[in-house]
Structure formats: structure tokens, C-alpha cells
């Protein structure tokens, strides 16, 4: 089913049903430790009649952080799919997404200006204390901790400035020059 006020899927379905079948992935995801979960731009109205999942959050942040146990990153789908920019603006989206328990954003389809404007409404919504530090802080957190889990279990001794030394070796800043003409 599809709402056509919002153009988003719909799951019309009880929240008994939700976690007997459609949570049960989610479920074995977490009890694995999976790294990180992408939400879905569909609507879930049994949980939250007014937002989609991913800016959702009795979604995000109630239903799988607190009821499912999930410690992991949450990365939003991309902003700029029709299913969120048809409704919101990207930097709405983006201080809604963050506030309702993303930990990453994507942006795939904008611009360089786009791009500007939603960190500088990220910075205006801590500011004004929209999104709180410690929602950053626990973002972060996350961020870091899948970092250290991917990158230095092959490198154990590795840190921070050894690992910036492996990133910018001349032949990845060429590489990363060469993108940037594209």
C-alpha cells in the first residue's frame, strides 16, 4: 500500500504482527551486532502516523534502540529520494533525521550548495538546542566505536595519526584530486 499524501509504502499492520514478522530480521540483526542498520523511507502509522521511519523517533529511537536493544549506527536512506524531499526540505530532513536517532546521513543526489546548507542547519539546530549535544555525542560515539571495530582489528597498534599518515599518502591525495575535477 502506498499513502499518497506522503508517497511513502505503507505497512498497515498491528505492532503484534510487526514484531512477529516484520521485526524478526531486525531482531537476529541485533542479537548479531550487525554494524549498522539503514532506515526506510516507508510509513509505519501504528507507530507513528506523522513521520516516516527515518524521521521517526518513536521508530528510531523507542522502537529499535530501546525495545530492540540496537547499539549500533543508524544511517538514514538518502534525504534526497522524492519519498522525503517531496515533503521536506534537505536541511529539515536532516535536523529531523538526527534528532529522531540517525547516527549518518546520506545526501546523494545534491549539491555542493545543498550540502552547505543543511550543516549549517545541523549547527543552528545544536545551537538552538534542537538537536542536544549528547545526541551528537552518542552519534559520535557510535561512529567511533564501528571505526575502531573495522579499522584496527587489522591494524591493533594503529591510531588515529598513523591512520591519517596511511590516508594522505600522495598517491590517495592524487586520486582524491583527480574526483574532485569530475
Do not use: W
Amino acid at each position: 500500500e502506498v499513502d499518497s499524501h506522503l508517497d511513502l509504502p505503507v505497512v498497515n499492520h498491528l505492532e503484534k504482527r510487526l514484531h512477529e514478522v516484520e521485526l524478526v530480521p531486525f531482531q537476529a540483526a541485533v542479537e548479531a551486532d550487525v554494524a549498522a542498520i539503514m532506515t526506510a523511507h516507508i510509513s509505519l502509522p501504528v507507530l507513528d502516523s506523522e513521520r516516516p521511519v527515518t524521521l521517526s523517533p518513536t521508530v528510531l529511537e523507542g522502537l529499535l534502540r530501546d525495545k530492540l536493544h540496537y547499539n549500533g549506527l543508524v544511517v538514514s536512506d538518502d534525504l534526497t529520494m522524492r519519498a522525503i524531499s517531496d515533503r521536506y526540505t534537505q536541511a529539515d530532513a536532516a535536523v529531523m533525521a538526527i534528532s529522531a536517532g540517525c547516527d549518518v546521513l546520506l545526501l546523494c543526489d545534491s549539491d555542493q550548495d545543498s550540502h552547505v546548507e543543511t550543516l549549517e542547519a545541523l549547527i543552528r539546530a545544536v545551537e538552538n538546542n534542537v538537536i542536544s549535544r549528547l545526541r551528537l555525542a552518542e552519534a559520535l560515539s557510535r561512529q567511533e566505536r564501528i571505526k575502531k571495530r573495522f579499522l584496527f582489528s587489522l591494524q591493533p597498534s594503529a591510531s588515529f595519526p598513523s591512520l591519517r599518515s596511511l590516508i594522505s599518502r600522495s598517491e590517495h591525495l592524487a586520486v582524491a584530486d583527480e574526483m574532485s575535477k569530475f
